[in-house]
């Protein structure tokens, strides 16, 4: 639902979703209402910064201690610690209504899915621009309102499409200084990566300069990482000493064209499991488990044992079916208790590991295994063809096409052991990595190729012409 009245409202019949004490307060500092305003209100802002140490992933907690039911929202959780952050809502006394993130991540895997199964009532919101599902979108101008206080809503693209930076509004009875909540778009001494589909260090540099150095100087610039040990800066300190973006537009593009960041770890399990904002992970993955599993499974298929209590779950394979494996352990040992087998664990999809078992990461010993038992293919056309297939039902599995991943690989030309493969339309990741993935993922399966190129070199360029 694309907000309407471009001013989400807290509903005062909402029922709270957790009661608890009285909160304690923290005041930012001065609001408006003491510094000279009529109204002698006070709006009293709560406001909480916790840390995600694997994806130093930082997660704000807002509420409005003023209004009787205490309001609140929680920007950028985390899954991991979804129970922490639900503790802490409830030991303040907040009814939380909204779980928000600044763009799709690429690096965790967003909290707002098992925030709503686990507290009913709330929504998740995200930008427009993203493409990803929620509950709520915003667009640039809106405002999140949380009791007497709300978030204006900026748009900051850059290191993906729809990155968006909330700020406290300017308002009556606002807190002040303003806080600018930066995602991935201005970190402290530092930026977001631009280098992912959808991502650009022209637009970066622009969006920065437009609409957070924009800000007054002494605005509060909390972002969504800090890999330095830093917590919070101010607009004035970045313009003053952030190393990228106080150099020239040319300059910036080119420290950010030579980062030379390796990929995160979890790019593949978290950005598709971020372009849906409602349900978590395990609950999407599960049931896509579950039909594979009656519906396609081979009569004779062994079911390969995955899950280990010692993996956790955002490990690249085991990662993103751990909780599956649970789920699923469960069910099919209520189905199958008469089975004189005992339960060996987890059938998870065969094309879930192909897809995977390309290496960008090193293969882990599980990888092998997997490719190992896929038997090799004769280098022919149909075959190519075959395998393609193969590999855009995973990719549609993992991108979910329903959130506008149109990508298409197609044979384009079989000169003896050279494929040529043409790519068209929208991938998450860049079209260089597509192809390489590609590449590995033929010559895994068909061993007689010995390369795989692009048709045409323009098909690797990543601007939004060529989606
Ligand atoms: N090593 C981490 C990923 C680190 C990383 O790439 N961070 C991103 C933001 S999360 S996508 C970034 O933009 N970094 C900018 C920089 O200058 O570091 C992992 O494997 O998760």
Known sequence: MLLKSRFLHFPTAFSPNFRSVSAPVIRITKFRSQMGSSSGSSSKLIFRQLFEKESSTYTYLLADASHPDKPALLVDPVD??????????????????????????????TGTGLIKSKAPGVKSIISKASNAKADLFVEPGDKIRFGDLFLEVRSTPGHTLGCVTYVTGDGHNQPQPRIAFTGDALMIRGCGRTDFQGGSSEQLYKSVHSQIFSLPKETLVYPAHDYKGFSVSTVGEEMLYNPRLTKDEETFKNIMANLNLSYPKMIDVAVPANMDTTHSLEKRITKTVLHWYFTERKENMPLTLLHSPKHHHHQPIPALYTPTCNSLSNFLAVKQKNAATKLRMTPVPPTYHRWRSFPAAPATQHHRAISASISPLDLTEDNIKQVLDDARVEATQLFDSSVGITGKAELADLDGPYVKIRLGGKFWHKRSTVLARLGNYLKQRIPEILEVDI????????????F
């Open 455 to 466: 048709e045409d070199e323009k098909q690797l360029d990543d601007s939004p012409e060529n």
């Open 80 to 109: 991991k610690t979804v129970d922490r952050d639900l503790s802490l809502v409830k030991e303040l006394g907040l009814k939380l209504l909204y779980a928000i993130n600044t763009h799709v991540h690429a690096d965790h895997v």
